[in-house]
């Protein structure tokens, strides 16, 4: 049976490292990611684990040693936020590319410029190329259930890739929330042990990790790494099978919510699909609308053509992007998600907000907008604001 | 643990840098390697690791490596970090019963990856206290990328980036003192040495390291053909000069107490060490016999100061 729970997801992710007992664990504070090294560290004073915990100096060393103890053979994870992942951003292309399975607790905040502990997701998504794996979760529970599956998803013998699970600071890192947990026997044989088949501590063979590859060998590392992208997807679904298998709960690289019959859909990631969802029962109340929403939980690999798939008879889309990219068009969710479409040669309309940065709130009211946009747009196919800020202070209240 | 000096045994040792690797005729980060590695005892394992420089590149270019044990490259500035991950995970590996080897764990950098750019990672992974020896190679630059200054170049050397011109005598600061700074993080053992006579001194020093528990740093001045300008075969002469002029003062520092390993009889003028060295040769032009004067004077300074610690 699994057990009832009232947790925030920083505690729900602790309470899952817990479980898992990994072999070691650096990390190095930092708002609002904080308290999970701070569970762990605690979990370990009072025996309940026997993971090592490494304090580092920085999160560049964090990471530079999780990529030695996941080489020497260990089970690694660590955690970050912010400006803590953009340290880290040299050492995540390394351990990717050194194909090691470290599994990274991230808890979104937006990126300093001017500082904000609060969320959004800069810098997960200034991450996005660095050949980790991307899960976000809206809720405490999916942050819990994702964690439970990342091991098993970056070990597994075709993907060997890092896996970053991600959610969104303070509004589930630290908001409380009933939770179903999964008990330690069953856990510990969903996630099972981990047993590499090349690390530098076998006592069979020496190997070397890290090597200078000229123009030769370079660019095969990388179809490599490609390959075991696309064979994550295949993964990413046999282990969300397995999971439902064990607790009922359904994951797959997207929720659609509402979409059976849905017109118009809005696409977004993480909290704040909770928001969106109050908003469409709402609507569909009081107007009886069609309206719908896709909440990415897998970005990376991302699910073009299945998403592709799920938008295709919408008339209008909006997708929601919780970060910039400064590109002076669509942030990075708009721009692959439009691109998803074109492959599939939809011809549905599509406009790109901007929402949420720094933690501003998006709310029921706001989304409602959205959708009386989407309607407008697809009445008349004319687009005025392809992209725009939602929540914005104007200019008379400065 | 420690035995006495037995140079043929040490030097018939099988080789844990395997040859065929691209390292420079003449290069002091080679025999570096080959010299600490020599003070691991045959029948323990070790994981190697290295930050980028000359000798990652050499040793360990795709699909080669050149070493007989297991090795890690991880980046530039991070060698300290990367190894300590490796000795933790070594510990709880055993821990849990999934190992049984003995493993010992190196690191190599340059002055460039460990005075500089490394420092950070060094000093964390020195001050945790992981059951590994960081060895630095010394050579006084940035040499993999042509030379640049570090903040390991002695004052007035002529590098790319701190050229000796018109207006210029070279470097303008004087060198850090990385083995004392070391040494201040109270870690169990801290030695300087570089290759003399028959590596008694180097030997010595790396057997301590390694089989010191905790952390332990060597720092090893390894001379650099290209970056010093002199000739390959002149390698241990130059070392000689180096220690002979106090210019690179051998020392050990056991659980803090300071001992000097070496004591030229006689103290030879620092220009004896200077005047082989293409890097050095503007200071010897008419009108600069005062920069020379001022190298003696740090030259005298460090040293009484490190004979007033070692007293």
Known sequence: MAIRERLSGNEAVSYAIKQINPDVMPAFPITPSTEIPQYVANYIANGEIDTEFIHVESEHSSMSAALGASAAGARTLTATSSCGLALMWEELYVAASDRLPIVLALVNRALTGPININADHSDSMGARDSGWIQIYAESNQEAYDNFLQAFPIAEHKDVRLPVMICQDGFITSHGVENILLEEDDKVKAFVGEYEPEHYLLNAKETMAVGPYAVTNYYMETKRAQRQAMINAKKVIMEMAEKFEAMTGRKYGFFESYRMEDAEYAIVIIGSAAGTCKAAIEKIRETTGKKVGMVKIRVFRPFPEEELAEALKDMKAIAVLDRAEMFSATSGPLGAEVRAALYSAKSQAELVNYFYGLGGRDITVEDFKEVYEKLETIAQTHRITDMYSYIGLRSAEEE | ?311
């Open chain 2, 1 to 311: 643990m420690e035995t006495a000096y037995n140079f043929k045994e040490v030097m018939n040792r099988p080789e844990r840098l395997a040859p065929g690797h691209r390292m420079c005729a003449g290069c002091g980060g080679t025999i570096a390697v080959r010299a600490v590695l020599r003070a691991l005892h045959p029948e323990d394992k070790a994981v190697i690791g290295n930050a980028t420089g000359c000798l990652e590149v050499s040793t360990y270019m795709y699909p080669y490596t050149a070493y007989e044990d297991s090795y890690i490259h991880n980046a530039f500035e991070n060698a300290g970090a990367t190894l300590s991950g490796v000795e933790t995970a070594y510990r709880v590996l055993k821990k849990k019963g999934k190992i049984n080897d003995n493993y010992k764990f190196i690191t190599f950098g340059g002055d460039g990856g460990t005075y500089d750019i490394g420092f950070q990672s060094l000093s964390g992974a020195m001050e945790r206290g992981h059951d590994m020896v960081y060895v630095c190679y010394d050579n006084g630059a940035y040499m993999n990328t042509g030379t640049q200054r570090s903040s390991a170049t002695p004052q007035y050397a002529d590098t790319t980036t701190t050229p000796a011109g018109k207006v210029s005598a070279g470097k303008v600061q004087i060198r850090k003192d990385l083995a004392a700074i070391m040494a201040e993080h109270h870690i169990p053992y801290v030695a300087q040495t570089t290759y003399t006579g028959n590596f008694k001194d180097i030997h010595t020093k790396a057997e301590r390291a390694i089989y010191t528990p905790g952390a332990a740093f060597l720092n090893i001045m390894s001379p650099c053909p290209r970056g010093w300008g002199y000739d390959p075969s002149e390698l241990m002469n130059i070392c000689k000069l180096a220690v002979d002029t106090c210019y690179w003062p051998m020392f050990e520092v056991v659980e803090g107490k300071w001992r000097l390993t070496y004591e030229p009889k006689k103290k030879l003028p620092v220009e004896d060490f200077l005047r082989p060295q293409k890097r050095f040769k503007h200071l010897f032009k008419a009108g600069n016999e005062e920069l020379i004067v001022q190298f003696q004077a740090e030259v005298d300074r460090r040293w009484e100061e490190l004979a007033a610690k070692c007293r």
